[in-house]
């Protein structure tokens, strides 16, 4: 038996995905290390305590389980790779760390704002908001696509959404970013520390937004949600704030990494690009591979909420898991040659949608969301330009590199030349 495809022991399963995760050349390619754990098994109980889960079945298991959730405060948890206690506290408030009914009840709220027929019906305002962030990388013929359409196109989508103001709040971006730590078990504890005093920066900017938008109500969703709070209903004012934080964090944070992911793979494979310029019915299977192939989101955590029986055996609450959505999308039982990138993949009928937006009650809110604007982004980009390329100089001969976390994956930069 060749040694790639021989038995992972869990130690040896455990070492593989703590290379993958807590070094810089595991971040910026997991895909092979994925691939050794799926021949490896594809399945182990992790020496620290937890089961780890690499190929699509088994993920799509556990996430749309209804007995598997989110840690809850009483759960004693195994530390993780992370090598710090990240746990659920006594007072959480936010739809991605809860359970129903909590769960059920705050996404109930906001679930109206991100339904595929909205969605449909806001494509029109959705293109208008690209294009003038499209002229200034016309201007100019070149730029870094992260900074200059990766970012403040969905970050203007989302604040015409929720009614977060578009001038004036470049300072809240990088710390959006930095609050993504606490779902990365890449981070260190400098990194934890500096997301926890961003998470203090945006509580502030958030809480002053909502006592203006009290005194000046408007027709986007932020101004709902107030009136359901106001109206003594269902949202505390803990809630409010920390679901309209995750809402526009999350807004656009996705979105970028699929759209900056999306562009290199395009480039990567001009074969691809050009077949997409060729043939426009192509976009919606187009996003759904990027999702695929190279996932902005790479891992999730699941919790047993009670005793449950699976894959064999008795696990009892509280027993943990680690599903690797970015390896389940790799899964060579459930994608012919995956590991090529094909636009059309996805057009055809019974392919298996990936994971990347998770599933079951935690499936992504702004799924419908994020693949229509990366299909306007797409096309646009596609529309206005005819020479879309990395600009060899900007790069100084190196590959656009991935920013340094796991759980979301994304580029530092992506400069192109175009024309």
């Avoid at 389980?65 to 405060?73: A, L, T, V, Y």
């Avoid at 990395?390 to 991935?402: H, T």
Wanted: charged fraction near 25%; charge should be negative; glycine fraction near 10%.
């Amino acid at each position: 038996m060749s040694t790639e495809t021989a038995p992972l022991t869990p130690t040896e399963a455990d070492g593989l995905l703590a290379s993958t995760i807590l070094t810089d050349e595991g971040r910026q390619d997991p895909y092979p290390a994925y691939a050794r754990l799926r021949a490896g098994g594809g399945r182990w109980v992790s020496d620290f305590g937890s089961m780890g889960l690499a190929g699509y079945q088994d993920c799509i298991e556990v996430l749309r389980h209804p007995k598997f959730g989110r840690p809850e405060p009483d759960m004693d948890l195994p530390e993780g790779l992370g090598g710090r206690d990240r746990r659920t506290g006594e007072n959480e408030v936010t739809m991605l760390f809860l359970n129903p009914p909590d769960h059920t009840r705050i996404r109930g709220l906001v679930s109206r704002a991100f339904t595929p027929r909205r969605v449909e019906e806001l494509r029109p305002q959705i293109a208008a908001l690209l294009d003038p962030v499209l002229d200034g990388l016309a201007d100019s013929g070149r730029g870094d696509v992260m900074t200059e359409l990766a970012i403040p196109f969905p970050v203007a989508v989302i604040s015409e959404l929720l009614g977060v103001p578009r001038e004036g709040n470049e300072h809240i971006r990088p710390l959006v970013h930095a609050i993504t730590a606490f779902i990365d078990p890449a981070a260190d504890d400098e990194t934890l520390d500096r997301a926890a005093v961003a998470g203090l920066e945006l509580f502030e900017y958030f809480s002053t937004l909502i006592d203006e938008k009290r005194a000046r109500p408007d027709d986007r969703l932020l101004s709902a949600l107030i009136e359901v709070e106001e109206a003594g209903e269902r949202l505390s004012f803990d809630e409010l704030l920390g679901n309209t934080l995750l809402l526009y964090a999350a807004g656009f944070e996705t979105t970028s990494n699929l759209i900056g992911n999306g562009l290199r793979l395009l480039l990567k494979h001009p074969d691809q690009m050009d077949r997409l310029r060729a043939d426009r019915s192509l976009l919606p299977s187009a996003m759904w591979e990027i999702l695929r192939a190279d996932s902005p989101v790479q891992l999730n955590n699941r919790v047993a909420l009670e005793e449950v029986e699976l894959f064999g055996r008795t696990f009892t609450r509280g027993s943990s898991f680690i599903v690797l959505q970015g390896s389940g999308n790799h899964d060579e039982a459930l994608y012919a040659d995956a590991e090529s990138f094909d636009v059309g993949r996805f057009a055809g009928p019974d392919v298996p949608p990936p994971l990347s937006f998770g599933w079951g009650a935690h499936h992504c809110l702004g799924a419908h969301l994020a693949r229509a604007e990366g299909e306007i982004a797409f096309g646009s980009l596609l529309d206005r330009f005819t020479r879309i390329e990395l600009d060899l100089d900007a790069l100084d001969g190196d590959a656009p590199r991935y920013r340094p976390s796991f759980t979301l994956r994304g580029l530092e930069a992506l400069p192109v030349q175009v024309g």
